[in-house]
């Protein structure tokens, strides 16, 4: 099972860039599949972005497509979310989630990633 530690939130202003790093542990990442979640405040987890095992093949939620780009670094066993132009609405928890096989069509569902990080905070000042 990989073992996922998120690490890069913090505190921007509206407009400014964050990267977040999830750094995995275990035998599996190069051949799982990688996404990132949020939870704003108040609110449920929501799919961001994921990334196929190799990176080749990327999908987003409409609302961070392009300003926000996910990818990976398999021979570091890391992941990346670097987030561009934030808006305040983009502020809450970061997740990082990892799994061996979840089809396309699964992939913005957070009941379908069965490993995942502790989290990592990003605050949008105005």
């Known amino acids: 099972q990989v073992h996922l530690v998120e690490s890069g939130g913090g505190l921007v202003q509206a407009g400014g860039s964050l990267r977040l790093s999830c750094t995995a542990s275990?035998?599996?990442?190069?051949?799982?599949?990688m996404a990132w979640f949020r939870q704003p405040p108040g609110k449920e987890r929501e799919f961001v972005a994921a990334v196929n095992y190799n990176g080749e093949n990327t999908w987003y939620t409409d609302s961070v497509k392009g300003r926000f780009t996910i990818s990976r670094d398999n021979a570091k066993n890391t992941g990346y979310l670097q987030m561009n132009s934030l808006k305040p609405e983009d502020a809450g928890g970061y997740y990082c989630?990892?799994?061996?096989?979840?089809?396309?069509?699964?992939?913005?569902?957070?009941?379908?990633?069965?490993?995942w990080g502790q989290g990592a905070q990003v605050t949008v000042s105005t």
């Open positions: 275990g035998p599996t990442f190069g051949t799982s599949g």
């Open positions: 989630a990892g799994d061996a096989n979840i089809p396309p069509r699964r992939i913005g569902r957070s009941s379908a990633w069965d490993c």
